[in-house]
């Protein structure tokens, strides 16, 4: 224990010796009853004084008030104890709310627990100090700037929920908090997760960080794939299931259609392993779930479900001279419906409801067609992004972190020999970036999805490479996320999107829990020929409906699942590497780094000290009132 103002205990150096001379000094005479004071006057005038020093007596006023005396100088001295915290007087708090802080190997799960943490540190911030709450890794969200009101930093903690979507990344997190540290000395950030995050190499933080560990234990197996596709005999169902713990495990995976029990596999998981079941379903099955029986300790990934896409096919436009390979790679994807035009054409009839994307190879027509765009090779400027040269022999250079359009593409062995040099607008984000300029963009504008891909593909060899066909399904996939077989298949967090003509009138949203929603309260938007509803967080099968003139004139359906191997890899890191302006790396919470001042405490017991010698004092007076409440009552006792 050490004190914070050590010079107030010198109040009782100086305050206590008078305490005592008062009661050395005080004159002490006894009562006495006599019959007549006439004798006592001559005495009373001859006594002018007592003798001042005499034996101090035992006195429980008097030590009463030096154990006050002392707890009020200690309180003042303010001590404290050493801990393991924060010691700044500007904290910010980063709090993970990533799917895997869902995990329940910290009762009642991680995510609790990291809330627990965070109060215990608001708790330690000094009278003066403030506070932020940041809410990374998925959604960052901010539910408290800047404030020294407790009562609203324990609010917006408390106020934090689970975000299963939007991947681990504490890049925006980070930045706002170096931001803000920035600004205020004495700042300090603190890091409260389960350590699965990715933490941007390009950033210093200009203040002290720490993190603390939430979690124990990495016992986790998940549904990882599922997919529904047509075949000549119905629909081939595929389901994976992944032992993400360090430990063999025996589980049961339970297949369901539309809602009853198809078959059930036995899984026996080494470390690390998959295991795959391929089975072939009915044509009229619109509905899968696969279900690992059995706990473990993150649920969420322990179910996934699969919608059927029989019967619907995306139809995508495309405007080229002719592109072998684009033609072979479209045709690789499910539920594609290719059409290619002459690169001259002028005018497109078709809208957005008819044909959701156009594909531009080399060309950039002066009048835009409705819907979703994907330029490929552009040749000149338009309203998304400008053309202002050429990139020579660019280094392939993607992007970090969780980037969807990436998934499962690897382009290192990419080569191209040349490239259109963009600057698309900030509607756009850079998915694979070069030397000089993005060779692949890709944003929303507008409500209309746009991808810029910088080079013709006969101008790389990424037609030649496995990446290809997987690129182009994802870019399909996020270029039409309402149409499609793959387009039934969304990460939470990732808004349904449906072209729309002017026949429709209302689309509801029937939801995983069966809730429903329209857009005629709002919650679905419907906005150049597209209804978007984004509130998607929860996992589970959605049921989009289009109404014209009060009757249904379509259904479709989407399975929104987990599938992020970031998040079911549950196993907590005891560090995290961030590099700070201190020149500092390691991050993890040290013993002794923060202290914990308990003067409120002293306080509290001095004021308690305070009224027993006030009751001390007053005690003649207290009994005499008891006895005279005694005799008032002794009467109605009598009769």
Do not use: C
Not at 12 to 23: D, Q, R
Not at 221 to 229: G, R, W
Not at 280 to 289: C, H
Not at 485 to 495: S, V
């Amino acid at each position: 224990m050490s004190l914070l103002a050590p010079l107030a205990l010198i109040g009782a150096a100086i305050i206590g010796p008078l305490i005592v001379a008062m009661y050395i000094l005080k004159l002490r005479r006894e009562e006495r009853t006599i019959s007549s004071t006439f004798l006592w006057q001559q005495m009373v005038r001859d006594v002018e004084a007592n003798a001042p020093w005499q034996k101090l007596r035992r006195n429980l006023l008097l030590l009463l008030q030096l154990l006050l005396l002392f707890l009020l100088v200690f309180a003042l001295a303010r001590p404290f104890i050493r801990t393991t915290g924060i010691t700044g007087r500007n904290l910010i708090v980063i709090i993970d709310h990533s799917a895997s802080m869902g995990a329940t190997d910290v009762p009642p799960s991680r995510l609790e627990a990291a809330k627990e943490q965070a109060i215990r540190l608001i708790d330690q911030l000094p009278d003066e100090g403030r506070a932020t709450i940041i809410a990374g890794g998925g959604e960052m969200q901010v539910p408290a700037s800047a404030t020294s009101d407790r009562r609203e930093l324990r609010n917006a903690i408390n106020s934090i929920t689970l975000a299963t979507g939007g991947g681990s990344d504490l890049a925006q997190a980070l930045t706002l908090a170096s931001a803000l540290a920035a600004r205020e000395d004495q700042s300090e950030v603190a890091i409260i997760s389960d350590g699965n995050v990715a933490i941007p190499e390009n950033i210093k933080v200009p203040a002290t960080v720490q993190f603390f560990p939430i979690g124990r234990n990495d016992d986790n197996v998940a549904v990882s794939a599922i997919a529904l596709q047509p075949s000549a005999g119905g629909q081939t169902l595929f389901v994976q299931a992944t032992n993400y713990s360090a430990d063999v495990v025996a589980r049961r995976l339970d297949i369901y259609l539309d809602g009853a029990l198809f078959n059930a596999y036995s899984l026996d998981l080494d470390p690390g392993a998959e295991q795959a079941f391929v089975a072939e379903l009915p044509a009229e099955v619109r509905v899968v779930e696969a279900r690992l029986d059995g706990p473990d300790a993150l649920p969420a990934d322990d179910t996934a479900w699969a919608v059927s896409s029989l019967g619907e096919a995306l139809r995508v436009r495309v405007v080229s001279d002719g592109n072998r390979f684009l033609e072979t790679g479209l045709s690789l994807l499910p539920g594609i419906e290719a059409t290619f035009v002459p690169s001259n054409t002028v005018a497109f009839t078709e809208t957005a409801a008819q044909v959701p994307l156009t594909i531009f190879d080399g060309v950039v027509p002066e009048v835009l067609p409705p819907g979703n765009l994907f330029f490929i090779g552009p040749t000149r400027s338009t309203e998304y992004f400008s053309v202002t040269g050429e990139l020579e022999f660019p280094a392939v250079q993607p992007v970090g972190g969780d980037e969807q359009i990436l998934r499962n593409v690897s382009l290192s062995d990419v080569s191209v020999l040349r490239a259109a040099r963009i600057a698309p607008g900030s509607w756009s984000r850079t998915v694979v970036d070069s030397d000089g300029a993005p060779l692949l963009a890709v944003g929303e504008r507008e409500g209309r999805r746009v991808a810029v891909l910088s080079f013709n593909l006969q101008n790389s060899d990424l037609p030649l490479q496995v990446a290809f066909p997987l690129l182009l399904s994802n870019l399909v996939s996020y270029l039409a996320p309402g149409s499609g077989a793959e387009a039934a298949q969304l990460l939470p967090g990732q808004p349904l999107a449906l072209p729309v003509d002017d026949a429709i009138d209302e689309v509801r949203v029937i939801r995983p829990d069966g809730s429903t929603v329209s857009s005629s309260s709002g919650a679905v938007q419907i906005a150049n020929g597209q209804a978007v509803f984004a509130d998607t967080s929860t996992l589970g099968v959605y049921t989009m409906e289009e109404y014209g003139g009060g009757e249904l004139l379509a259904r479709h359906r989407y399975a929104v699942n987990l599938f992020a191997p970031n998040e079911s890899q549950i196993l907590a890191q005891r560090d995290l590497v961030v590099p700070q302006v201190s020149g500092a790396q390691s991050t993890v919470s040290r013993e002794r780094d923060s202290r914990q001042e308990f003067w409120r405490w002293i306080a509290l017991i001095a004021l308690i000290v305070l009224l027993i010698e006030w009751l001390v004092y007053q005690r003649n007076g207290i009994a005499y009132l008891r006895d005279r409440w005694f005799k008032s009552k002794a009467p109605e006792r009598a009769r």
